[in-house]
């Protein structure tokens, strides 16, 4: 070997030996037992009668133990294979390398990549997960331990030797264990009380897919449409679109949960008051619809979204919340009801007919749909014409003195038959975002504390398909024939001004001279036209609308006089036969460039009209041109027709303006 070579090899060596100059070098623990992989808040590791706040990465040896505070929590990593979770107010010792809880809850994890046992002591049991199988274990002062197994299955043994092994879904509480000196056990099971197993009944109701998959199965399977199954905690589900099943501690009722949704059915930390027990859902999926009918104050099934946890409740009758998840967050809607959302930036109540946004363990909210153009305050019968085939309607109202909440009502039905909207809200406004057109009931009724309603005010609104935009009679001006002959003459028009035809008999002329005064100055002509022929035609708008005076010149080719007509009146009126209301401007969707724009119509005799509040000037036959200030973006304009006869007409216009 060359001195270069056996050189090169001390470098390597020395910066090897050198690579944690400067910081301290980890020190592993040759007899670790445990090793600290996640922790949040208050975690402690003592190791005789020390302690000091436990920190990620720190290794655990016989003797240590770790307790958690009423925040904290912490992950394990055993040497021997497998992960303990450790839960708020526990105290967890390694008297040797098995795990001994000595209070407050663990979940154990067996190793899902070596074929290696998990063990956790308990008082003088021990419980033995094989791979991948997952088990809660619990104890309190004065109580007796519990097992509780999610996945796989899990032995435990006696201080006898005593063996009971129960499987996913099932609960286990201890005895007390036989004393050493007590002889042999009189059973195997003896010292162990297996609770009642936990078994709820899943009804398919709807039309869609059903599938579930049971702690103990490998694969899911399907649920007819109609079939009820029995199903126990952990059980998971797959409902797809239009399926819908009713989960419950009895057949046929319970909570009612509608696909597409995926999640696992769990017993709820609750039980009845007649001690049944209640389900608890875990939202696995990407939506879920949860409904329940009762009575005020029923609570329906509490869940889990993104980290925030939900409770329901039915405030008048019936409980309707959905769960839509989007790409980076869930919107959780309240259709009826009401939802308690926890989060870590605190708690906040969703009423009906709100969201909330939900992300990362927080909660924003409530939120509302914006604001409708149209605004329902009073009672009675409203009309709205509207362009599109829905608008989003705001109804407001003031709360009655004493009242602890309003029952809103809307529905087709004038008998509120099938309500769209129906439950007891505290807020003073609802906004349906998306009202079709149609006849739509509605009532809002006071509510005080015990639930005692008050009167009622009610009204109906009727929205209309908007017609206002079209034209009265004729697209293309009407032509009319004014005979010399008939004398004074009176046309009336809707729409365009019209087109004449002027007429007159032969006076043996070589030509003729028509000439047009208005009436009220007849010293200048406003229109002068020479022809060879006994008629001359004038173009749509070459007369407006007023009063004038005509006649005609019949003249030799030399220019001398041959007769001359007499003085014809031609009286142009407009024939106000409107319906309601015509909007010649502005058109809907129309794009405005400038601050203003001038709102021009027609409406019936008799009837008002104010234009975003502010009250039209109208003329004679019933006109109006308003001046309408913008700004910048979509602006909504209001027309409001009040009609003494047809009571009051909306019509709504939206136009933007850079």
Known sequence: MTRAVVAALLLVILLTECRWCGEKKPSVPPDWVARVVALKGDVRVAEGPNA????????????????????????????????????????????????????????????????????????????????????????????????????????????????????????????????????????????????????????????????????????????????????????????????????????????????????????????????????????????????????????????????????????????????????????????????????????????????????????????????????????????????????????????????????????????????????????RQLTLPQVPRGSLYWRVTPVDGSGKAGKAVQGHLVLVKDTSHRTLKDRQAPKNVIQESFGNTTVYYQNLLPRFTFRWESMGADKYQ?????EQNITKPIFTSETKSTEMLLAAGKLGEGTYVWYVAGRNADGSLVRASKFRRLQIKYDNATPDLQIVYPPNGAVVSGGSLEAKGVTIPGSKVMINGVKAELDETYRFTHVVKLKPGVNNIIFLVVDPRRGSSYYLRQVSSP
């Open 52 to 427: 000091a706040a436990a920190k990620q990465g720190d290794y655990l040896r016989v003797g240590c133990r770790l307790e958690t505070g009423a925040t904290g929590e912490a992950t394990l990593d055993l040497r021997t294979g497998g992960s303990l979770k450790i839960k708020p107010n526990s105290l967890v010792e390694f008297r040797s390398t098995m795990p001994q809880l000595q209070r407050g809850e663990v979940v154990g994890m067996g190793s899902r990549v070596q074929a290696a046992e998990l063990v956790i002591g308990v008082g003088r049991r021990k419980i033995r997960l094989p791979t991948a199988a997952e088990a809660t274990v619990s104890t309190a002062a004065g109580g007796d331990p519990t097992v509780q197994v999610a996945f796989g299955k899990a032995t435990i043994e006696g201080p006898e030797g005593d063996k009971q092994t129960i499987v996913a879904g099932k609960r286990l509480v201890f005895g007390s264990p036989a004393k050493p000196d007590a002889g042999p056990a009189s059973r195997p099971d003896a010292g162990i009380v297996v609770a009642p197993e936990v078994v709820f009944y899943l009804q398919a109701t709807g039309k869609g897919r059903v599938m579930i998959k049971r702690p103990d199965a490998k694969r899911f399977v399907l649920v007819r449409p109609g079939e009820t199954v029995k199903i126990t905690p952990g059980t998971r589900l797959k409902l797809a679109a239009k399926a819908k099943v009713v989960v419950g501690p009895e057949k046929g009722t319970g909570t009612t949960v509608t696909g597409p949704a995926q999640f696992t059915v769990e017993e709820g930390p609750d039980k009845t008051p007649d001690g049944k027990p209640t389900v608890r859902l875990e939202n696995t999926g990407n939506e879920i619809t949860v409904s329940l009918h009762g009575k005020p104050g029923k609570e329906g099934t509490p869940f889990e979204v993104d980290g925030v946890k939900v409770q329901t409740r039915i405030t008048w009758n019936r409980l309707d919340v959905k769960v839509r998840k989007e790409r980076t967050r869930s919107v959780l809607s309240v259709g009826a009801g009401e939802a308690t959302l926890a989060a870590k930036n605190g708690t906040q109540r969703i009423e009906a007919g709100q969201d909330s946004i939900i992300a990362k363990g927080k909660a924003s909210g409530p939120q509302m749909p914006p604001a409708g153009v149209m605004e329902v305050r009073t009672g009675g019968t409203m009309r709205v014409f509207a362009a599109g085939p829905s608008i989003p309607v705001t109804f407001k109202w003031n709360p009655a003195e004493g009242a602890k909440g309003s029952l809103v009502e809307v529905s087709r039905s004038a008998g509120f038959g099938n309500p769209i909207f129906s439950d007891v809200i505290q807020r």
């Open 514 to 518: 028509v000439k047009i005064y208005r």
